[in-house]
């Protein structure tokens, strides 16, 4: 265990927001998180779960102690004739984890490609992309309970997913099941609490079905197959062509500091969206199962001529108003867009969607 004293959080957030940690402690193991409890003064301060950075929003320095998960690790677990189960250590990062299941030979996450973060980040947002999302391939997480010390499993019905969403974004009840709860022993479901702040995910397992097939469909990947001519394409065919279309339109964190899309898309009954379309009607929508509907985001911030505005140093993306950036010089190490003119901005772009669409737009990213 390591404890470092006033480090600097510029690199370790994708929008490149310059804060510090008063106190950062590098969490390698379970087992460093057991010894951050037995220690007396760490035990009893708050604590702020850091994985790849690449959803927070950093307002200031932040008081709590940083535990930033760097825990490593990547197996097979199973290989049967209906699937693969592979495991990761929440460390790893995202998109390295995707390219080694590929160059293993074990499709199925290349739709999930070039998303940034970490391993252990993946189910707390439930991340998803071009018809996948993690729900879809996940098996189980192993967790550290921050607040007992004990190591516990959950499965999926228990993580609570749901769309940019889980059970790791809802707040804490006071005293809940979470405690006492055996790794790879007996779980328990979480029903109606969260645990925001408390779970320190230290590996993921995914289960990947066998037979592989593609997962098609969107547009920008028809248009793809397309071009190459290719009816059936390969999961490295799949990878390469979500690799491309993601480069062309959102911005590489290591080039231009942002936190992937800043809004999720919202979702509208029937009715509403019968008198937004009356009203506009090139509305881009899609139907949902359960006869909601969603609406694009960046199609509504679009409409309401955010693209390219900024706020101070903030701006919005001019190839996806969706994406948020940060226009001062991230790797140089510059100090760039502030907390507060990304949240400025957020609340503009919030307040002009809801004049005009009567729809309250809800931010992705955690604000600290
Ligand atoms: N659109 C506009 N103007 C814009 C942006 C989008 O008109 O400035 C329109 C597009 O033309 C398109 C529609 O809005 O018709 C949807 O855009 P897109 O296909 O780019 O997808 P998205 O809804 O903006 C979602 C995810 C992305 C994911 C893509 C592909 C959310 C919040 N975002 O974006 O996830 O990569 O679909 O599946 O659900 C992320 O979460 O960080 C992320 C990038």
Redesign the pocket.
């Known amino acids: 265990m390591l404890v470092e004293k006033n480090v600097p959080l510029q690199p370790f957030n994708t929008f490149h927001i310059v804060a510090k940690a008063h106190t950062l402690v590098r969490i390698t193991s379970a087992a460093d998180v057991v010894q951050v409890l037995a220690d007396p003064v760490l035990q009893a301060a708050p604590k702020f779960i850091l994985g790849g950075g690449s959803n927070i929003v950093l307002t200031g320095d932040v008081k709590a102690v940083v535990l930033k998960v760097e825990i490593k690790g990547l197996r097979v677990l199973e290989d049967t004739p209906r699937a693969w189960v592979v495991e990761a250590g929440a460390g790893e990062n995202w998109h390295d984890f995707v390219a080694w299941t590929l160059a293993q030979g074990l499709p199925g996450l290349e739709n999930l490609v070039l998303i940034p973060g970490t391993v252990g980040a993946a189910p707390v947002q439930n991340i998803?992309?071009?018809g996948v999302e993690l729900q879809d391939r996940f098996e189980s997480l192993d967790a550290v309970d921050l607040q007992t010390g004990q190591t516990f499993t959950l499965n999926a019905a228990q993580c609570a997913f749901d769309y940019?969403d889980s059970v790791f974004k809802h707040a804490a009840a006071p005293a809940d099941v979470a405690s006492g709860r055996p790794a790879g022993g007996e779980v328990l479901r979480p029903v109606g609490f969260g645990l925001a702040g408390r779970a320190l995910i230290t590996s993921v397992r995914f289960r990947l079905p066998k037979p592989w097939k593609p997962v098609l469909g969107?547009l920008d990947i028809e248009k793809k197959q397309a071009q190459a001519g290719v009816t059936h394409p390969t999961a490295q065919q799949m990878f390469d062509w979500i690799c491309e279309i993601r480069r062309a339109?959102?911005p590489d964190p290591a080039v231009i500091g942002n936190a992937?899309?800043f809004?999720?898309?919202p979702t509208v009954t029937p009715e509403q969206c019968a008198d937004i379309i009356a009203r506009d009607p090139k509305i881009?929508h899609y139907q949902l199962a359960d006869g909601r509907v969603k609406l694009?985001?960046?199609?509504l911030?679009?409409a309401c001529g955010w693209?390219g505005k900024s706020v101070g140093q903030a701006g919005v993306y001019e190839k996806?108003?969706?994406v948020l950036v940060n226009r001062g010089v991230s790797s140089s190490g510059a100090d760039g867009a502030t907390g507060g003119e990304v949240m400025t901005l957020a609340k503009a772009i919030q307040t002009s969607v809801y004049e005009r669409f009567g729809i309250l737009l809800e931010a992705?990213p955690v604000v600290v």
């Open positions: 998803g992309a071009y940019r969107y339109k959102l992937g899309s809004f999720k898309n881009v694009a985001a960046g199609w911030i679009d693209k996806q108003a969706l992705e």
